[in-house]
């Protein structure tokens, strides 16, 4: 797993819009970088539509959230028209991604293999890891009060 402190590996995945989406597109801005289970559980749609009613705080610390799963990208697609989910959604669906930040469940729910891991990364502005947490337990979210003290610090 990388470690904080180091640079976060850069990656490429289509997003919902069939668009290439590089992690160093957002060079210049904080990301929040969210892998989630899946879509349309129930979770996960809770945990995301916190980060789409919360946006305008994520803004003002000058942070670009961008969530990725191993569903498909007309998967995500559909759920992201469902929710109205106004950030970025990219599919991992070749599972890259995810094992190179080390977020994969050996074995999920119903014996499904090579989920991702709910996890969240804070990147600086110069893409380099400052806030790492990696849930083991799907059914937790994220400790957001320590990402915005995270980029509030980073500002």
Avoid: H
Wanted: glycine share 6%; hydrophobic share 45%; aromatic share 12%.
């Amino acid at each position: 797993m990388i470690q904080i402190g180091e640079k976060a590996p850069d990656f490429s995945l289509r997003a919902s819009d069939k668009n290439k989406v590089k992690l160093s597109d957002f060079q210049g801005k904080n990301v929040v970088l969210l892998f989630f289970p899946a879509a349309f559980t129930g979770v996960c749609t809770k945990e995301l539509c916190m980060m789409r009613d919360g946006l305008a705080e994520y803004e003002k610390l000058d942070a670009q959230i961008v969530a990725i799963s191993v569903d498909s990208l007309f998967t995500l697609a559909q759920w992201k028209l469902d929710q109205g989910f106004n950030f970025p959604m990219l599919s991992d669906f070749n599972k890259t991604v995810s094992k190179k930040y080390d977020v994969l469940y050996k074995e999920f729910v119903f014996e499904m293999k090579g989920v991702s891991k709910r996890s969240a990364f804070v990147i600086d502005k110069t893409g380099v890891l400052r806030y790492a947490e990696v849930l083991e337990n799907a059914g937790e979210i994220p400790n957001f009060e320590a990402i915005k003290s995270t980029l509030e610090s980073l500002n």
